[in-house]
Nanobody, 129 residues
Framework: QVQLVESGGGLVQAGGSLRLSCAAS????????MGWFRQAPGKERECVAA????????YYADSVKGRFTISRDNAPNTVYLQMNSLKPEDTAVYYC??????????????????????WGKGALVTVSS
């Protein structure tokens, strides 16, 4: 069973930076894709960044392009979301998610919550103005 555990959330002032980590275990992830999603109160869950574990293209929501960066390390199996120039509207619970059996043909749908098979419990990020 895939287990995902997020860490690194917290309170930061506008303009500051945070790095979220997602420790993944339970599988070999070479054929997986992963994404970072967020959900603010009263809003739908949205993908902010996604990529394939094997590398290649990365995908970002327009609202975070140029500010957020998704990356991963093999040892240990960890996915990161580096968040710079944070804004109050970035305040949300951030979730790490993985999709099994990913192929590049699925890229157009990768940023949809429905594309993901496994989810972490989330990490709260609060950006104060």
């Amino acid at each position: 069973q895939v287990q995902l555990v997020e860490s690194g959330g917290g309170l930061v002032q506008a303009g500051g930076s945070l790095r979220l980590s997602c420790a993944a275990s339970g599988r070999t992830f070479s054929s997986y894709a992963m994404g970072w999603f967020r959900q603010a109160p009263g809003k739908e869950r949205e993908c902010v960044a996604a990529m394939a574990w094997s590398g290649g293209d990365t995908y970002y929501a327009d609202s975070v392009k140029g500010r957020f960066t998704i990356s991963r390390d093999n040892a240990p199996n960890t996915v990161y979301l580096q968040m710079n120039s944070l804004k109050p509207e970035d305040t949300a619970v951030y979730y790490c998610a993985f999709a099994a059996g990913y192929t590049p043909a699925q890229a157009p749908a990768l940023m949809s919550p429905g594309a993901m098979d496994y989810w972490g419990k989330g990490a709260l990020v609060t950006v104060s103005s």
